[in-house]
């Protein structure tokens, strides 16, 4: 006899997820999970991956409550029982163009799907901003969202403030970057990430690192990254990256780019319309300040 399903979503691995009834307690990858919450749902758990600690990191968390949602651990650390004991109706994780969830080792996550269903969301390079933001925001649905009508609005209104500002700072460099250590730095390249196309597409002038090894980042010392010249530079603030104020040390970056406008990043911005209105309007404000200031 045929199992009765009332709720079903089709994942971007091309699987399909079922339930007997519409899931309303999830754990999910930090990322989804601060998408969904924008969204106006709540998971019960989350976990990170193997570049995070002990406990959740802030600057992916959105305007997630961390103090009153279970943190289930990052990476190989995040155990079958460990999610299980939440007694989650869905898990929700995000995928970088391969059937892998991100963040669980593949053991565990087919494990858990043997038990729980599994929905992965695509935020990869293949991915366009827009794309993986409409995505979440259908699954958000499925699972009793209403529409968001003023995130939407504010989407639109930041892109188009950001692209009127763009329009007369041509000139202007803007570097993504993740510090690393006081003696080398990853350089983002800018096809790679979805949100960066997208400041791209609104006119953004994007310093492109040299051609090299390694398909997202590009590895340099800071005298290589001070030498780009950049007038803005978007600073990974995750905690696997080096510190932000650590900058005011390598004195090899203060010698060339010292006067670089830092702007915080977060490669894993929550993909909600919310998330990367406020995105937009960040990099908005820096390039407004740097035009006035004749950068």
Same mark, same amino acid.
């Given at each position: 006899?045929?199992?009765?399903?009332?709720?079903?979503?089709?994942?971007?691995?091309?699987?399909?997820?079922?339930?007997?009834?519409?899931?309303?307690?999830?754990?999910?990858?930090?990322?989804?999970?601060?998408?969904?919450?924008?969204?106006?749902?709540?998971?019960?758990?989350?976990?990170?991956?193997?570049?995070?600690?002990?406990?959740?990191?802030?600057?992916?968390?959105?305007?997630?409550?961390?103090?009153?949602?279970?943190?289930?651990?990052?990476?190989?650390?995040?155990?079958?029982?460990?999610?299980?004991?939440?007694?989650?109706?869905? =898990?929700?994780?995000?995928?970088?163009?391969?059937?892998?969830?991100?963040?669980?080792?593949?053991?565990?996550?087919? &494990?858990? !799907?043997? &038990?729980?269903?599994?929905?992965?969301?695509?935020?990869?390079?293949?991915?366009?901003?827009?794309?993986?933001?409409?995505?979440?925001?259908?699954?958000?649905?499925?699972?009793?969202?209403?529409?968001?009508?003023?995130?939407?609005? !504010?989407?639109? $209104?930041?892109?188009?403030?950001? $692209?009127?500002?763009?329009?007369?700072?041509? &000139?202007?460099?803007?570097?993504?970057?993740?510090?690393?250590?006081?003696?080398? =730095? &990853?350089?983002?390249?800018?096809?790679?990430?979805?949100?960066?196309?997208?400041?791209?597409?609104?006119?953004?002038?994007?310093?492109?690192?040299?051609?090299?090894?390694?398909?997202?980042?590009?590895?340099?010392?800071?005298?290589?990254?001070?030498?780009?010249?950049?007038?803005?530079?978007?600073?990974?603030?995750?905690?696997?990256?080096?510190?932000?104020?650590?900058?005011?040390?390598?004195?090899?970056?203060?010698?060339?780019?010292?006067?670089? $406008?830092?702007?915080?990043?977060?490669?894993?911005?929550?993909?909600?319309?919310?998330?990367?209105?406020?995105?937009?309007?960040?990099?908005?404000?820096?390039?407004?300040?740097?035009?006035?200031?004749?950068?």
């Amino acid at each position: 006899m045929a199992r009765q399903t009332d709720w079903e979503f089709l994942d971007d691995r091309g699987r399909s997820a079922t339930a007997a009834q519409t899931p309303s307690r999830l754990v999910a990858y930090i990322q989804a999970g601060a998408t969904l919450f924008d969204h106006g749902i709540r998971p019960v758990g989350l976990f990170g991956s193997h570049h995070d600690g002990e406990t959740a990191d802030p600057a992916k968390a959105g305007t997630l409550p961390l103090e009153d949602i279970a943190y289930l651990g990052s990476g190989t650390r995040v155990g079958v029982d460990a999610i299980l004991d939440a007694e989650p109706d869905l =898990v929700v994780g995000v995928g970088y163009g391969s059937d892998q969830v991100y963040g669980l080792d593949p053991d565990t996550a087919k &494990h858990i !799907e043997e &038990h729980v269903p599994v929905v992965v969301c695509d935020v990869g390079q293949g991915r366009s901003l827009a794309a993986v933001r409409n995505r979440f925001t259908a699954l958000a649905r499925s699972l009793g969202a209403e529409q968001n009508l003023s995130g939407a609005a !504010e989407l639109d $209104r930041a892109e188009g403030r950001l $692209r009127t500002l763009a329009a007369d700072a041509a &000139h202007l460099r803007i570097l993504a970057l993740s510090p690393g250590t006081p003696e080398s =730095v &990853h350089l983002a390249r800018p096809r790679a990430w979805p949100d960066l196309r997208a400041l791209a597409e609104c006119g953004i002038g994007l310093v492109e690192p040299e051609r090299g090894p390694g398909a997202n980042w590009s590895t340099v010392d800071w005298t290589v990254a001070a030498s780009l010249e950049p007038d803005i530079v978007l600073t990974d603030v995750r905690a696997n990256a080096l510190p932000v104020g650590a900058l005011e040390g390598v004195e090899e970056w203060q010698a060339g780019a010292g006067r670089a $406008r830092i702007v915080p990043w977060n490669p894993e911005v929550p993909c909600s319309h919310l998330a990367h209105a406020r995105f937009f309007d960040a990099v908005a404000d820096a390039v407004q300040a740097s035009a006035s200031s004749g950068s």
